[in-house]
Nanobody, 124 residues
Framework: QVQLVESGGGLVQAGGSLRLSCAAS????????VGWFRQAPGKERDFVAT????????RYADSVKGRFTISRDNAKISAYLQMNSLKPEDTAVYYC?????????????????WGQGTQVTVSS
């Protein structure tokens, strides 16, 4: 089983940046696609970004495309989400997840492993 722990969340002003980290454990992590999802109060958990096991392919939600960048470092058993030009509507708990397969997905159901989330708050 893969364990994931997010960090790097906090309070920033609109237009600012944050870099979220996802520290993983488990030998299989390098074989799995990774995704970032977010959940705002009173809303469902939404797809943000995903990356293949080798890092060669990425996909982003339209709402974050051009502002967020997903990456991974399998040697460090970690994944990251660089968030730039943050907006108040980006405020949410951000979750790191791993699929259990090498191919990425935008569907929550395809992810077998989840972290506990890190809070991102963007003030206006």
């Amino acid at each position: 089983q893969v364990q994931l722990v997010e960090s790097g969340g906090g309070l920033v002003q609109a237009g600012g940046s944050l870099r979220l980290s996802c520290a993983a454990s488990g030998r299989s992590f390098s074989n799995y696609a990774v995704g970032w999802f977010r959940q705002a109060p009173g809303k469902e958990r939404d797809f943000v970004a995903t990356i293949t096991s080798g890092g060669g392919l990425t996909r982003y939600a339209d709402s974050v495309k051009g502002r967020f960048t997903i990456s991974r470092d399998n040697a460090k058993i970690s994944a990251y989400l660089q968030m730039n030009s943050l907006k108040p509507e980006d405020t949410a708990v951000y979750y790191c997840a791993a699929t259990g397969s090498s191919w990425p997905s935008v569907s929550l159901a395809r992810y077998d492993y989840w972290g506990q989330g890190t809070q991102v708050t963007v003030s206006s």
